[in-house]
C-alpha cells in the first residue's frame, strides 16, 4: 500500500539549532517527493520537490532535503533554525506518471522553536 | 500571479443547513483538489478534478458532500444538512497538470457548524 510515515509528531528545537525532520514512504514507484510547510492560520506552502537527479535539492527559507532511495526516505534539514520556523511540516508523495495524479499525505510533524 | 482563492475565509452555520465552498484555482491549473483538515490533524483528501475527467471522488465522507468544477475553472463543494462533525478547514489546491503535480493551496475555508 502506498504511504507516507512521518515518525515524529512533535518536535521541539532551540532557535540557531540544527533540525531534521523525518518522513519515510512505502510506494510502487519512482516517487515525486514533497514537503510543505503550514504556519498557523495559513494554508500549505510548498518548500521543496524532488522529481529526478541530484539527490539533494534545495528550497525556500533555506531548506534542504535528501532523497534517499535505499532507505526510502525524503529528510528534511535546516542548518540553523529561525523562530519563524515554528510551523507544522508535511511530506507528501506522488506518482511520477499515470492518469492519477494525487498526492499521498504524511501526518504532519508539529515544529515548536524555543528562543 | 494571483494564487488559489477561497471564500468565504470563515463560515458558521448551523446544524442541518447547507454550505457552499468557493474555489479559484490558479488559472491555467488543469487539476483542483479539496481537502479537508480538522483541528490539529493532517489532510484528509475529498475530490480531485483533473481537466475534462470523470472526478475521483474515492474521499467524499458521505453523499451528503459534492462538488462540481464549471468550466475546468471555479469549483464549489456543497455541503447538504451539515453536521456538527462537518466542523473543520477546508482546503482547495491546484496543479498545472501533466507531469506538473505539486500542489499550489488557497488560504482554506473554515466552517463550524453550530
Same mark, same amino acid.
Given at each position: 500500500?502506498?504511504?507516507?510515515?512521518?515518525?515524529?509528531?512533535?518536535?521541539?528545537?532551540?532557535?540557531?539549532?540544527?533540525?531534521?525532520? @523525518?518522513?519515510? /514512504?512505502?510506494?510502487?514507484?519512482?516517487? /515525486?517527493?514533497?514537503?510543505?510547510?503550514?504556519?498557523?492560520?495559513?494554508?500549505?506552502?510548498?518548500?521543496?520537490? /524532488?522529481?529526478?537527479?541530484?539527490?539533494?535539492?534545495?528550497?525556500?527559507?533555506?531548506?534542504?532535503?535528501?532523497?534517499? @532511495?535505499?532507505?526510502?526516505?525524503?529528510?528534511? @534539514?535546516?542548518?540553523?533554525?529561525?523562530?519563524?520556523?515554528?510551523?507544522? /511540516?508535511?511530506?507528501?508523495?506522488?506518482?511520477?506518471?499515470?492518469?492519477? @495524479?494525487?498526492?499521498?499525505?504524511?501526518?504532519?510533524?508539529?515544529?515548536?522553536?524555543?528562543? | 500571479?494571483?494564487?488559489?482563492?477561497?471564500?468565504?475565509?470563515?463560515?458558521?452555520?448551523?446544524?442541518?443547513?447547507?454550505?457552499?465552498?468557493?474555489?479559484?484555482?490558479?488559472?491555467?491549473?488543469?487539476?483542483?483538489?479539496?481537502?479537508?483538515?480538522?483541528?490539529?490533524?493532517?489532510?484528509?483528501?475529498?475530490?480531485?478534478?483533473?481537466?475534462?475527467s470523470a472526478p475521483d471522488k474515492s474521499g467524499l465522507p458521505s453523499d451528503r458532500f459534492s462538488a462540481e468544477r464549471t468550466g475546468g475553472s471555479v469549483s464549489t463543494l456543497t455541503i447538504q444538512r451539515t453536521q456538527q462533525e462537518d466542523s473543520a478547514v477546508y482546503l482547495c489546491a491546484s496543479s498545472l497538470?501533466?507531469?506538473?503535480?505539486?500542489?499550489?493551496?488557497?488560504?482554506?475555508?473554515?466552517?463550524?457548524?453550530?
Amino acid at each position: 500500500a502506498q504511504s507516507v510515515t512521518q515518525p515524529d509528531i512533535h518536535i521541539t528545537v532551540s532557535e540557531g539549532a540544527s533540525l531534521e525532520l @523525518r518522513c519515510n /514512504y512505502s510506494y510502487g514507484a519512482t516517487p /515525486y517527493l514533497f514537503w510543505y510547510v503550514q504556519s498557523p492560520g495559513q494554508g500549505l506552502q510548498l518548500l521543496l520537490k /524532488y522529481f529526478s537527479g541530484d539527490t539533494l535539492v534545495q528550497g525556500i527559507k533555506g531548506f534542504e532535503a535528501e532523497f534517499k @532511495r535505499s532507505q526510502s526516505s525524503f529528510n528534511l @534539514r535546516k542548518p540553523s533554525v529561525h523562530w519563524s520556523d515554528a510551523a507544522e /511540516y508535511f511530506c507528501a508523495v506522488g506518482a511520477n506518471a499515470g492518469n492519477n @495524479r494525487k498526492l499521498i499525505w504524511g501526518l504532519g510533524t508539529s515544529l515548536a522553536v524555543n528562543p | 500571479g494571483a494564487g488559489v482563492s477561497q471564500s468565504p475565509s470563515n463560515k458558521v452555520t448551523e446544524k442541518g443547513k447547507d454550505v457552499e465552498l468557493r474555489c479559484d484555482p490558479i488559472s491555467g491549473h488543469t487539476a483542483l483538489y479539496w481537502y479537508r483538515q480538522s483541528l490539529g490533524q493532517g489532510l484528509e483528501f475529498l475530490i480531485y478534478f483533473q481537466g475534462n475527467s470523470a472526478p475521483d471522488k474515492s474521499g467524499l465522507p458521505s453523499d451528503r458532500f459534492s462538488a462540481e468544477r464549471t468550466g475546468g475553472s471555479v469549483s464549489t463543494l456543497t455541503i447538504q444538512r451539515t453536521q456538527q462533525e462537518d466542523s473543520a478547514v477546508y482546503l482547495c489546491a491546484s496543479s498545472l497538470g501533466g507531469g506538473a503535480i505539486e500542489q499550489y493551496f488557497g488560504p482554506g475555508t473554515r466552517l463550524t457548524v453550530t
